[in-house]
């Protein structure tokens, strides 16, 4: 079993930058893809970016592309979304996901594992 707590998320002005961090506990292995989807009020929950717990290979969804990084410390057990430039359209709830299967893909049904999420707001 994988717990996952997401942290980080606050209220940031168009241009900004924010860090979210998620923290990982249980038995997560080097295959794991760990990713970061967001949900915006009154729309389906999205991709955002997505890396291997092991390292190697990332993902990024088109529309963050350029602004977001994701990084993991495996020493800490800790997966964080870098997120630069920051526009409105931004603004959701964060979630932080586990895929033990290690596909890298940005199809929630992949994700088995979930955290509570965090919440981002950036104001124009």
């Known amino acids: 079993q994988v717990q996952l707590v997401e942290s980080g998320g606050g209220l940031v002005q168009a241009g900004g930058s924010l860090r979210l961090s998620c923290a990982a506990s249980?038995?997560?292995?080097?295959?794991?893809?760990m990713g970061w989807f967001r949900q915006a009020p009154g729309k389906e929950r999205e991709f955002v970016a997505a890396t291997r717990w092991g390292g190697g290979s990332t993902n990024f969804a088109d529309s963050v592309k350029g602004r977001f990084t994701i990084s993991r410390d495996n020493a800490k057990n800790m997966v964080y979304l870098q997120m630069n430039s920051l526009k409105p359209e931004d603004t959701a709830v964060y979630y932080c996901a586990a895929d033990p299967r290690g596909r890298l893909g940005a199809r929630l049904p992949f994700y088995d594992y979930w955290g509570q999420g965090t919440q981002v707001t950036v104001s124009s």
């Open positions: 249980g038995r997560i292995l080097a295959p794991y893809t």
